[in-house]
């Protein structure tokens, strides 16, 4: 446990995709106690099993998009004899077109991405604040503050989770609970399905592996205060760019359309196992 002399009880969301994964092992490596969301149970009992101390882990498989789910999970968190972190890690996206979207799938973006983890911090903040380590981690994305072509419903859902995030902070100043943002550029996992794969490839777009992110989520369960965090240079200089001088990057993403619009006709839906 390095260090620390009490182990955390962690909430992950989407635990079995692949970053919900590299993060599962991170801080059960570290010591803390990992309750596993996600909806397919053989998958949280494989990752369970992997993990050290495989016996002090519990899966908890539940649908985030269906209330029922949500409720149960609330149920058994409340069961538990503490939660001290929650990391709302679950998401989905959709490469294509505006004009290709479907009700549904814009939906289930805006849902899984933005409602449930509104929703899961809001119904499991009372058991957050009752422990001296109470932590939320929202895990963004640099297209949240990047608006990019081909990522309009994800766009728009990761803005929203970073003001979200950014309120809850500031309403939070005084309970103790500690809420923090951390948002990656490209991350190598099942999100990214073969048509995203071929555009950072063409756009010569870099990515991070899970345990680089993993790492930094890690991390800021050791901070006073809560933080916003951004992963990726020149992702965060280009962020600042799109704050300050959005025609800038305007003009360098329009130039980009063609390959844009390519590789979109090509995507499908995918997303982390919720």
């Known amino acids: 446990m390095g260090a620390r002399q009490k182990s955390r009880t962690v909430l992950l969301t989407g635990a079995s995709g692949g970053l919900g994964n590299a993060i599962a092992r991170l801080l059960a490596e570290r010591g803390d106690r990992l309750l596993l969301q996600g909806r397919n149970v053989d998958r949280l009992e494989q990752l369970r099993r992997s993990l050290t101390d495989p016996e002090r882990h519990r899966v908890l498989a539940a649908d985030l998009l269906d209330s029922g789910g949500r ?21 989905i996206s959709r490469f294509a077109l505006l ?10 973006i805006l849902h899984t991405n933005l409602l449930v983890p509104m929703t899961l911090t809001r119904d499991l903040l009372p058991l957050l604040e009752q422990s001296p ?10 297209f949240g503050h990047i608006g ?39 991350v190598d996992t ?11 490839r ?29 992963i990726g240079w020149p992702e965060r200089l280009f962020i600042k760019i799109n704050a300050l001088f959005p025609s800038l990057v305007d003009s360098a993403l329009s130039k980009k359309l063609p390959v844009i619009r390519r590789y979109a006709k090509q995507g499908d839906l995918s997303g982390e196992v919720l």
């Open 133 to 142: 380590e109470g932590a939320v981690i929202n895990i963004g994305s640099a």
């Open 202 to 230: 063409a756009l010569r777009n870099k990515s991070d592996t899970p345990a680089v992110v993993a790492r930094q989520c890690a991390d800021l369960l050791h901070r006073p205060s809560g933080q916003r965090r951004f």
């Open 71 to 91: 409720r149960q999970l609330m149920q058994m968190c409340r069961e538990e004899a503490g939660l001290d972190v929650l990391i709302n890690n679950a998401g």
């Open 190 to 200: 099942e999100l990214n399905t073969p048509a995203v794969r071929a555009l950072n």
């Open 99 to 108: 004009g290709d979207l479907a009700d549904r799938e814009l939906a289930d």
């Open 148 to 186: 990019h072509p081909g990522f309009t419903a994800y766009s728009a859902s990761k803005a929203g989770l970073f003001a979200f995030t950014e309120a809850l902070r500031r309403e939070c100043a005084d309970s103790g609970v500690r809420v923090h943002y951390l948002a990656p550029r490209a």
